[in-house]
């Protein structure tokens, strides 16, 4: 199937579960409203450039006007309405803080056009917060931002912005947005169309967010530096040296199974910054792990937030500040695992070696694929069913498969995977997808940890290095058990950029070896 009809194939049928996802979004931030504890009252704020923004307020039920009360801001997730948080709004409020909800500009009633987290988006969040301190008894001196999603990366821009800003809670957001949706040059083309999807039917993208989505489904080369400077001025990793400056501290939680915003670069990101800083990764998809504390029902999520909230803004001493600052829950073993920074996760490694020469046929999905955009996670959140293969049955000529030993003991499978090999194709361009799978003894593999790889202008026939990260995870492998590297050039979740009829040479040289470097949990 070609790139055009194929996009335009997934891009309906995102739509299609882009709407149910917004209605059941909807519905979750509905929910809770009857049970309102803490009062709500919604307001008009004017946000940058006189933009209306909808929004709502929660105050403490015995508010005391000669007092006042730490601020916490939370932008909407995207496509999500302005009740989104309600439940969450009025359990801070019940706790002693104003809160203030807001949609962001160009959802819903709110006025204004899609900027995808562009400058007037993070104008406009310190513009709710300089109406927060004129309206209502918020305290200047202890302010605080969180949202889920596209909220999270606002918060996070907005902190880098706004000195004010004293403490944030960023959960399943990015870091950096090409890392995010272009990783490996490879376009992300399930989860790009489910926003763009779900962007046209709940909102009013602005031309210039309408440009980037024609020239990403497009593969327009000639304009890839433009989506790429696009996507850098809306990502928090830019502004790094900002956010470390103004000091804020910083809450992060993702998902291991993300498949919109991978666990990886906010790892990455977390790594770098200096200031008070948490990381906490669990099972799950795109805001699936924070979806129950949206309903009002106990979310370890949620609760983490408000504690980090508790100690920055209102000084409480509940060690949240002497705890080990990253925390994982693995996909399979559960219970929780402290580390002292990103680097200390995986800090052992293993190779399996990828010995020989193998070529494989381009064009041809092999079976071996990444899932489904938001649902795949999930149902490996819930009943521990990641994407499945059987990897004896994949067909050689589309797939090179490498095997490890049997394993005598489990292999804790702890951060990112890393792949090195030579690779010699016969075009000038392509893509490759490597997958890394648990295999049993029956030869059913479930899906470890994948990534996609794009590579252009090279010579035909012509061999050229290959180092890929693979996204990060956390996978308990059990005794008897193998780990299998698939490589493939086809997958549903991704653009393909393969000539008809290409085929590529996976070697291993003496003086250069292939290998998959597994990150493993020190026992």
Request: charged share 20%; glycine share 10%; hydrophobic share 40%.
């Amino acid at each position: 199937m070609g790139h055009g009809r194929r996009t335009t194939a997934l891009r309906n049928s995102a739509v299609g579960a882009a709407a149910a996802a917004l209605i059941a979004g909807s519905v979750v931030g509905l929910a809770p409203a009857a049970q309102a504890a803490a009062p709500v009252r919604f307001v008009d704020i004017t946000g940058y450039g006189g933009t209306v923004l909808k929004a709502n307020v929660a105050a403490p039920a015995d508010a005391d006007a000669t007092h006042r009360y730490p601020l916490i801001v939370l932008p909407t997730s995207w496509s999500l309405p302005q009740v989104e948080y309600l439940a969450q709004a009025q359990k801070l409020a019940d706790s002693g803080y104003i809160v203030v909800s807001y949609n962001v500009r160009g959802f819903y009633q709110s006025g204004g056009q899609i900027e995808v987290a562009g400058p007037p988006d993070v104008a406009d969040a310190s513009k709710v917060i300089d109406w927060a301190l004129a309206n209502t008894g918020a305290d200047p001196q202890h302010i605080g931002i969180a949202g889920v999603s596209y909220g999270a990366g606002i918060s996070l821009l907005a902190a880098a912005h706004d000195k004010r800003i004293k403490a944030v809670g960023a959960l399943s957001g990015w870091a950096d947005l090409i890392d995010s949706i272009y990783s490996g040059r490879t376009q992300h083309v399930e989860a790009t169309a489910l926003l763009d999807g779900t962007a046209t039917l709940t909102g009013r993208e602005s031309p210039e967010a309408k440009q980037i989505f024609k020239d990403f489904y497009a593969s327009n080369l000639d304009r890839e530096q433009a989506m790429i400077d696009w996507g850098e001025k809306r990502s928090p990793a830019t502004y790094l040296d900002q956010l470390d400056k103004n000091g804020a501290a910083v809450f992060m939680a993702n998902a291991w199974s993300d498949s919109i915003f991978p666990a990886n670069q906010y790892a990455d990101f977390y790594d770098r910054l200096t200031v008070p800083k948490r990381l906490e990764l669990r099972p799950g998809d795109h805001a699936t792990a924070e979806l129950s504390g949206l309903l009002g029902l106990p979310n370890d999520v949620w609760t983490d937030t408000e504690r980090w909230f508790d100690h920055y803004l209102k000084g409480a001493d509940n060690g949240v500040d002497r705890e080990q600052p990253v925390q994982l829950e693995s996909r399979t073993s559960g219970g929780y695992e402290g580390y002292p920074d990103w680097k200390s996760v995986g800090a052992t490694r293993k190779k399996l070696a990828l010995a020989g020469a193998t070529t494989i046929h381009a064009n041809v999905d092999s079976g071996a694929d990444g899932g489904v955009v938001l649902l795949s996670g999930l149902l490996d959140q819930v009943a521990q069913l990641p994407p499945v293969a059987s990897i004896p049955l994949l067909p050689r000529r589309w797939a090179a498969v490498w095997q490890s030993e049997r394993y005598g003991s489990a292999q804790q499978v702890r951060g990112t995977a890393r792949l090195h090999t030579t690779l010699t194709p016969t075009k000038e361009s392509g893509t490759l997808v490597a997958y890394l799978y648990d295999v049993g003894p029956l030869g059913l593999g479930k899906l470890v940890t994948h990534a996609p790889y794009t590579w252009y202008d090279r010579t035909p026939g012509k061999s050229f290095d290959v180092d890929l990260d693979l996204f990060s995870t956390a996978y308990d492998v059990p005794a008897g058990h193998r780990l299998a590297l698939v490589i493939d050039t086809v997958d549903p979740l991704y653009i393909e950029h393969n000539p008809s009829g290409a085929q590529l040479t996976f070697s291993s040289p003496v003086d250069d070896p292939s290998y998959v470097s597994v990150p493993l949990r020190e026992q």
